[in-house]
Antibody
Framework: EVQLVQSGAEVKKPGESLRISCKVSGYSFTTYWIHWVRQMPGKGLEWMGTIDPSDSYTYFSPSFQGHVSISVDRSISTAYLQWTNLKASDSAMYYC???????????????WGQGTLVTVSS | QSVLTQPPSVSGAPGQRVTISCIGSSSNIGAYDVHWYQHLPGTAPKLLIYGNSNRPSGVPDRFSGSKSGTSASLAITGLQAEDETDYYCQSYDSSLSYVFGTGTKVTVL
């Protein structure tokens, strides 16, 4: 069974750093790209960026480029989303997801983590 | 900001049919497939439809998707109380970004 299990809720202060994780199981970690999606309170889903776990190639939505980073640790099948200078506006739920593949289509997300709530407040 | 437009809400009585529209442009829906997710806020979103009209294993056939030109739609027939939650369309954009719809809340009357 494919599972993506995310780290627990975080409460941080503005300016602090944070790394949240997404541990996968049930498939070969390096085979499928991992994506991160944000949901701000009361708002919709926003795609942030993605990483190819096989070579750590990343690319981001212009809205998030330069503000977050994504990495992996292949030895423990885990992907990370990281901030170095949190802002109050980063308060949101963050989901990791796996890019699905099918015979005739791609670019969708077939499995998701349960979400990590990040609260940034002074 | 979302580039795919959905109605904020739709509603229907149990057993009825509801549809959710998703309007995009030639750079996203017009060029790429559309996928749909069911999402109860605070829980993991669930893939409902991929590749415009395909259901993953385990998704009831009450859910169906279609696409025409630069728009797509999700239909739910035989509406049930458990269907009351949020739904999002998603596609890819030629700007090399994945894009989601604005989201639609389905209410079962």
């Amino acid at each position: 069974e494919v599972q993506l299990v995310q780290s627990g809720a975080e409460v941080k202060k503005p300016g602090e750093s944070l790394r949240i994780s997404c541990k996968v199981s049930g498939y070969s970690f390096t085979t499928y790209w991992i994506h991160w999606v944000r949901q701000m309170p009361g708002k919709g889903l926003e795609w942030m960026g993605t990483i190819d776990p096989s070579d750590s190639y990343t690319y981001f939505s212009p809205s998030f480029q330069g503000h977050v980073s994504i990495s992996v640790d292949r030895s423990i099948s885990t992907a990370y989303l990281q901030w170095t200078n949190l802002k109050a506006s980063d308060s949101a739920m963050y989901y990791c997801s796996r890019r699905g593949t099918a015979a005739a289509t791609k670019n969708f997300f077939d499995s998701w983590g349960q979400g990590t709530l990040v609260t940034v407040s002074s | 900001q979302s580039v795919l437009t959905q109605p904020p809400s739709v509603s229907g009585a149990p057993g009825q049919r509801v549809t959710i529209s998703c309007i995009g442009s030639s750079s996203n829906i017009g060029a790429y497939d559309v996928h749909w997710y069911q999402h109860l806020p605070g829980t993991a979103p669930k893939l409902l439809i991929y590749g415009n009209s395909n259901r993953p294993s385990g998704v009831p056939d009450r859910f169906s998707g279609s696409k025409s030109g630069t728009s797509a739609s999700l239909a739910i027939t035989g509406l049930q109380a458990e269907d009351e939650t949020d739904y999002y369309c998603q596609s890819y954009d030629s700007s090399l970004s994945y894009v989601f719809g604005t989201g639609t809340k389905v209410t079962v009357l």
